[in-house]
């Protein structure tokens, strides 16, 4: 995240002045850095009561700590944010149920409408300040919609047409973690880098690129990464 200007009051809403909140990312890291920065609650009104790294920690975490808001990456080891988000349906039904706010770094419009459709409240990226994310926590425990600049057109342009997403045959053959291999491929990672971040070997990365090649019928990653780009998988 930017540096931000210091935090004032967090605004008030229909649960009071404290957002129980779960991070989730498979970069300590970034979860430390949004911790640090957000989960002052005296200053914030941010409780962070869970964290988790993959889908079924995630899963475990918001089951077990019923959050008001979960901040929830799109790129995870285990089937990403939408696995997240389809087996934490039952949660979002309740009254004053669990609500999910992408935070993501990418910009793709097929990551935003698809965590959109399974459920998720709103999408910001990576780039937002603290005070200004804060705000988008609230918001969503408020049972508003968040989304950074740009992104909400996305959602917009998806829905307003037809309630069924518009299908890419070639995108269609491969599996969720073939797309995950396909984008981090496109990003210029390693294989080695792409084992160590998906939690798979590298000859299973090598096997996931050839059915990707296979499927799309291109020869190289070069090929590939400018046919990711071309759909804005990127």
Known sequence: MTEAAPMGVPPAGGRG???????VDDHRMFRTGVRAEIGRTEVTGIDVVGEADDVDSAVRVVAETRPDVVLLDVHLPGGGGVEVLRRSVGLMGEQGGVKFLALSVSDAAED??????????????????????????????????????????????????????PVDEDLDRLTQREREVLRLIARGYAYKEIAKQLFISVKTVESHVSAVLRKLQLSNRHELTRWATARRLV
């Not at 200004?132 to 950074?148: C, E, K, P, Y």
């Open 17 to 23: 002045s404290t957002a129980r909140v779960v991070l």
């Open 112 to 165: 935003v409408i698809g965590v959109i459709r399974g459920g998720a409240r709103g999408y910001v990226t990576k780039t937002i300040t603290g005070t200004d994310l804060v705000n988008a926590v609230f918001r969503i425990a408020d049972g508003d919609a968040v989304f950074s600049p740009r992104l909400a057109g996305f959602v917009l342009d998806a829905f307003a047409a037809t309630d069924t997403p």
